[in-house]
């Protein structure tokens, strides 16, 4: 598959493409406190071997099930944040949404324009999909005026739905309906 640029604006811009070149970056990004915290899966500290087994495990999962955007900074290349959407098979008409943006990025409304456009992607690629989830937790007050500026909606309090920091933690549960 050929990697195509989605232009965000005239800094921004999406792709297709993660790849080993790009572990510094995520290491520089993702060691932050600040943003690990409001993530469930990326181990902390985030390692050179880390990066190196995402880069595996990108290789063999199927673009039906899995669709990873990687926000890159148009002068440079350099990768400063990635959205994903993820689904359980190709029948599947709903879809977790997952993102993270580094820091000094942060508070620009970037985000928002991101997520609309792996939307708009994802759903031309995807025929069934109708649904798109996103989990927050409760302490992600930005996450959640993100999301609802985007028209995501909150339906529920998972209790206990998440295991972070040695304790059991609530989530939010967000969805998007991608109307055909």
């Known amino acids: 598959m050929t990697s195509i640029r989605y232009e965000i604006n005239d800094e921004f811009y999406l792709n297709d493409i993660l790849s080993k070149e790009d572990i510094p970056s995520l290491i ?9 915290g409001n993530t469930l899966t990326i181990p902390h500290p985030f390692t050179v071997s880390d990066g190196e087994t995402l880069m595996e495990s990108m290789k063999s999962i199927s673009p039906k099930l899995k669709r990873l955007f990687t926000l890159r900074l148009c ?5 400063v944040g990635i959205c994903s959407l993820s689904r359980s098979s190709n029948e ?5 949404l997952s993102c993270w943006l580094g820091e000094p990025f942060w508070h620009r409304g970037l985000m928002p ?3 609309r456009k792996v939307i708009e992607v994802v759903s031309n690629e995807w025929d069934n999909l109708i649904r798109i989830e996103a989990h927050v937790f409760p302490w992600n007050k930005p996450s959640m005026r993100m999301l609802e500026k985007i028209n995501f909606l909150f339906e529920a309090t998972l209790r ?5 920091n040695g304790q059991y933690n609530d989530g939010l549960l967000y969805s998007f309906i991608i109307e055909k």
């Open 28 to 36: 520089k990004y993702l060691n932050n406190p600040k943003l690990i």
């Open 75 to 79: 002068l440079t290349d350099e990768l």
């Open 92 to 96: 599947d008409h709903i879809a977790e």
């Open 113 to 115: 324009q991101v997520i």
């Open 160 to 164: 206990k739905h998440n295991f972070k």
